[in-house]
C-alpha cells in the first residue's frame, strides 16, 4: 500500500519517508509523529485496483486503512489509483542503471512519489482550467 503525505506548500513531489508495513497501532503512530511534525494538508493513498479497473481484496483492505485512519486524523484521505506506477517505477530506475537490489529498496518510494506527482499535477490542471 502506498501511502503518500501531501505537504501544502509542495507543487513537486519527493519522497519524505518511507515506512515500513506494521501493525496498525504503529503505523499510524508513526503517520501521526509526521503530520504533527509537518505542515499537512492531506494524505493520498494507493488504491491497488486490478488492471481491468475492478476492485480486489487489496483495495478493501487498502479503504479499511484508511476508514481507520480518518478516525484518528483529522485530514481529508483521498486515493489514487496505482496502477502501472511501479511498472513505471522500476522502468526508471532501469534506467538509470541501479543494480536489481538497489531497485528492490526504492521502488516502492518512487512509486509513491509518481502518485503523488500525478495527483498534484491533476490539481494543478484543475485549477488551470478554473481560472
Known sequence: MAIT?????QSIAS???TLKKKKFSLFSLELQTIIDKEIICGIVIG??????????????????????????VNLPITFWDERLTTVAAERSLLLADLSRKKRKQVVDSI???????NLLDRLKNIQQNNT
Do not use: H, W
Open 15 to 17: 519522497n519524505y519517508a
Open 111 to 117: 512509486a509513491a512519489v509518481l502518485i503523488l506527482q
Open 47 to 72: 488504491l491497488p485496483l486490478n488492471m481491468d479497473g475492478s476492485e480486489g481484496p487489496k483495495c478493501q483492505s487498502t479503504r479499511d486503512f484508511a476508514t481507520n485512519f480518518s478516525n484518528i
Open 5 to 9: 503525505i501531501i505537504v501544502r506548500t
